[in-house]
């Protein structure tokens, strides 16, 4: 029997759904398969999280906890995961694919020796390592990848796999740690956080997605009332956070994030396959653009050929008294 | 400062492609440089104007890499080196890695500098694999860097938003597309560009032969993501329609 492992990632004080979502699928496999599943948090309270982890499967739980963990640096997070691969010696060590794993992936493989699978839309077991698909060429095909080897290390796209509830009373294991600032090969110096209490796009249920299309704070305020109506999160092209428009951390695409909601409205978007292999993946995808020949209409099921500005004042109307 | 800027000639994503037996084909001579690799040279060369030093660029590949070097020459890099191989059908990330982990080994240098990723595979290992292999300080997704007196300052894109890190040099940083415009070679550029040193590193000479390079993860083949099918299209009166596709988002997709 061996182990995999998985690594339960936290933002502002909550478990991310993507590591659960991991959690869930992995426990599915190592059922499957007759191996164990275990999970590591590394974080200031990281003890806090471990209730939430044992109702996703996890048969014991490695808790790294230290003030350093407060925020993302890679040095401590590095040191951290090491130790923990050292005691578990997971065969398969699974991450959600988020900019903090893909910060220390590659360097994690290197220092381990193991193979690695990053940002996969799915994966599973064989002898001796692990098969995947990972969506390659700005997402526009599929490549079936394997990795061999005694570990294996995987990240996986949000969204790629529900959750399952699988109470369990798991062990834990606290691991000790410390870390000398001498040790610290970086200096973090400030954090430029994006506006308070936004919704994390890789949980919301609904975006609202901006492009080149909406011109003007009067266009973002109807952005921003959608938004509200829909108690969805805010997303923009590219050509709006490069314009300073909105939040970098906002970019849905290639650069920037990869979604999966219930439901996605793109308004004033093109559709350029940078942006769509972020986003081809929502459940129900609503297209508003003026030009009826925009690329965004091949991918959208329902597709408004209109001036966004005409649109959205009676489309928010609309909504509201079906809420009501 | 002395920048290192490792550059990989991609396939263009924007040109048309086909899978046949589960074997990508697509018209070889489409090949461009990295989005996120010209946007690493760019930060080099502007943050060399500012304070002085030098730009290098290495690209492994086979002899058609030559004119991806060509085109960060023309941006401006100072000189060049292409670390040729056969093909490149085997090699992954980690393969790449350790070529390059040899190669700057015995390197001085300031600042190493890497794309986030490759356009073409998204992979994003490279350069922190680099980094832990040549046990640098790093930073990845680099939107902004600022050099100061033995440090790099690095504005980097994190899960929410951004952490202003400090690396002190030698360190290696990975950079977004999101840090600038990379700059068209103009006609100078292009016709300097010839002239720039390009030096040619075979791998025997790197003291690494195919067992060291040995990928352990393999592709094994191509296929279709499953199509979305467009669905329907409403034209007409703003109103009317707006209306219309909000009762089906209630009605018929059930989401709202
Ligand atoms: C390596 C690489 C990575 C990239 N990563 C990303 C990424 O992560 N995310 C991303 O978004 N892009 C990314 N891009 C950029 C991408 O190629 C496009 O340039 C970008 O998505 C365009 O944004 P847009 O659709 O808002 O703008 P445009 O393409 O300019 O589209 C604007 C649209 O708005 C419509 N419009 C204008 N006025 C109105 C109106 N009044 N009412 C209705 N419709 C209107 C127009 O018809 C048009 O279709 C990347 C590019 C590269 C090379
Ligand atoms: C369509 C396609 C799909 C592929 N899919 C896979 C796959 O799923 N799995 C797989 O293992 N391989 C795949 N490959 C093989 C792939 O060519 C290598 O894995 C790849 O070249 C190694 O770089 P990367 O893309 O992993 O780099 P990344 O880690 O994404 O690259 C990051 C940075 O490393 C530097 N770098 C990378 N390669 C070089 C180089 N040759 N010279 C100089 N600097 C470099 C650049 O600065 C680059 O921006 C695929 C190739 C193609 C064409």
Redesign the interface.
């Known amino acids: 029997m061996s182990t995999i492992l998985t690594h339960i990632a936290i933002a502002d004080g909550k478990i991310k759904r993507s590591s659960l979502e991991v959690l869930s699928h992995c426990k599915q496999l190592a059922d499957q398969s007759g191996h164990s599943v275990e999970a590591v948090v590394v974080d200031a309270n990281a003890s806090s999280f471990v209730e939430g982890i044992q109702k996703y499967g996890a048969s014991k739980v490695y808790v790294v906890e230290d003030p350093i963990f407060k925020n993302h640096m890679n040095t401590p997070l590095l040191k951290a995961l090491v130790k923990v691969m050292e005691s578990a010696n997971p065969s398969v060590f699974a991450f959600a694919s988020t900019e903090g794993t893909k910060d220390i992936l590659g360097a994690l493989a290197a220092n381990q020796n193991a193979a690695v699978l990053p940002d996969v839309s799915s994966f599973e077991l064989m002898d001796g390592g692990v098969k995947a698909k990972r969506p390659v060429m700005a997402a526009k095909i599929i490549s079936n990848t394997e990795a061999k080897g005694d570990t294996v290390l995987v990240s996986i796209r949000s969204g790629s796999y529900d959750l399952a509830e699988n109470e369990t009373s798991a062990e834990v294991a606290n691991v000790d740690f410390s870390m000398d600032d001498s040790e610290l090969k970086a200096t973090l110096k400030e954090i430029i956080s994006a506006s308070g209490d936004t919704i994390d796009l890789n949980e919301a249920e609904s975006i609202v997605a901006a492009g080149r299309g909406v011109k003007d704070e009067e266009g973002q305020k109807l952005i921003s009332e959608l938004a509200e109506v829909l108690n969805a999160g805010i997303g923009a092209s590219r050509a709006l956070t490069e314009a300073g428009v909105y939040d970098p951390s906002l970019q849905i695409g290639q650069t920037g994030k990869v979604v999966s909601p219930q439901l996605y409205i793109a308004v004033g978007i093109s559709g350029a396959i940078q942006h769509v292999a972020g986003m081809a993946n929502s459940k129900v995808i609503v297209a508003i653009n003026k030009d009826p020949d925009a690329p965004i209409f091949e991918i959208a099921d329902y597709g408004i050929v209109g001036d966004l500005y005409k649109v959205l004042p009676p489309f928010i109307e609309e909504i509201k008294k079906i809420k009501n | 400062m002395k920048f290192y800027v490792c550059i990989k000639m991609v ?1 263009d ?2 040109a048309p ?1 086909q ?1 046949k037996d ?1 074997k ?1 084909i697509q018209d070889a001579d489409r090949q461009i440089l990295n989005a996120y690799d010209a946007s690493a040279v760019e930060e080099a060369l502007v943050l060399k104007e500012k304070h002085g030093g030098e730009v290098e660029v290495v690209s492994i590949g086979t002899s058609k890499a030559s004119e991806t070097i060509r085109k960060a020459l023309a941006m401006g890099a100072d000189k060049a080196t292409h670390i040729v191989t056969e093909g490149n059908g085997d090699y992954d ?2 393969s790449y ?1 350790r070529i390059l982990a040899r190669f700057f080994e015995d390197k001085e240098y300031d600042v190493l500098s890497l794309g ?1 990723q490759s ?11 680099v ?3 040549l046990n ?6 680099a ?1 902004g860097l600022e050099a100061e007196e033995g440090k790099l ?1 690095v ?1 980097r ?12 040099t030698p ?1 290696a940083v990975t950079c ?3 840090m600038n415009e990379p700059r068209i070679p103009n006609l100078k550029g292009i016709m300097a560009s010839k002239r720039k040193p390009m030096e040619q590193v075979e791998l025997s000479s790197l003291g690494l032969n195919e067992d060291d390079l040995t990928a ?10 499953p199509e ?1 099918e ?6 007409g009166e ?2 009317e ?3 219309e ?6 009605t018929e ?1 059930n ?2």
Do not use: H, W
Request: some cysteine; proline content about 4%.
């Open positions: 396939p994503v924007n492609l899978i589960g990508l990330s980690g890695a986030k356009q073409d595979t998204d992979a994003g290992l490279t350069g922190s694999m980094a832990e292999m640098l300080p790093y930073a990845t997704n939107v300052i504005k894109q994190g899960d929410t938003g951004q952490e202003m890190i400090e690396l002190p360190c977004s597309n999101d352990s993860t393999t592709v094994l083949g191509y296929e279709e993501k979305r467009a669905g329907k299209k409403f034209e703003a109103g329609i707006a209306r596709v909000a009762q089906l988002l209630d997709a989401v709202i």
